[in-house]
């Protein structure tokens, strides 16, 4: 994946820091990604949600040929990184987008989205859909930047005021 064109800064990834590693569920590198993601789940959703949704989509749907685990890792540590899987002959859903509370602000989800965009192409989808947590304004924002669209209704209702907001982006 190239980096994008410019000067490096401090705040962004045009220096080009960071190596894309794509892993199986087992690696230790997804570590990181699945205690972040269960931590942050837990704090934005509470115990129990975070618990089911890490519970609902083990790191095993996420194999080839249909599906993939992409990281970012800096200095031997997993700093983001996300995931697909099948969701139809069609369609790639996109799980596990998370980067590290202290790389967020680098222009990194981006990259992965488009890491994860261009390998669920390579495997065939024609088009990507995902759902985030509407305690997550900073990933929808980032999904409609990125031309996602918003698929209308809710994905999925919770206790509490809280639901899934779907997104739906074709590739290629």
């Known amino acids: ?17 960071y190596g ?9 590198l997804l570590a990181p990604l699945l205690e972040g993601l269960h931590r942050e789940y ?32 800096a200095e031997g540590r997993t700093v983001a990184g ?15 987008v998370w980067t590290a509370p202290s790389h967020r602000r680098r222009g990194l989800s981006r990259r992965v989205l488009a890491e994860l965009e261009q390998r669920a192409a390579a495997a065939g989808y024609r088009r990507i859909r995902l759902t985030t947590g509407n305690r997550q304004p900073e990933a929808e924002a980032l999904y409609l930047a990125a ?6 209704g809710v994905a ?8 899934d907001v779907a997104f ?3 590739l290629g």
């Open 1 to 17: 994946m190239s980096t994008t064109p410019g000067t490096p800064g401090a705040g962004d990834d045009r220096a080009g820091r």
């Open 20 to 28: 894309v590693v794509a892993v199986s569920p087992g690696d230790p």
């Open 42 to 73: 837990a704090e934005r959703y509470g115990p129990a949600i975070g618990a089911d949704e890490m519970a609902e989509h083990p790191v095993a749907d996420f194999t080839a040929p249909s599906g993939g685990i992409v990281l970012l890792v």
């Open 82 to 96: 996300g995931a697909f899987r099948r969701h139809d002959d069609a369609t790639a859903e996109l799980k596990r």
């Open 147 to 152: 031309g996602y669209e918003r698929l209308p």
């Open 156 to 163: 999925k209702v919770y206790p509490g005021g809280v639901h």
């Open 168 to 170: 739906e982006k074709p």
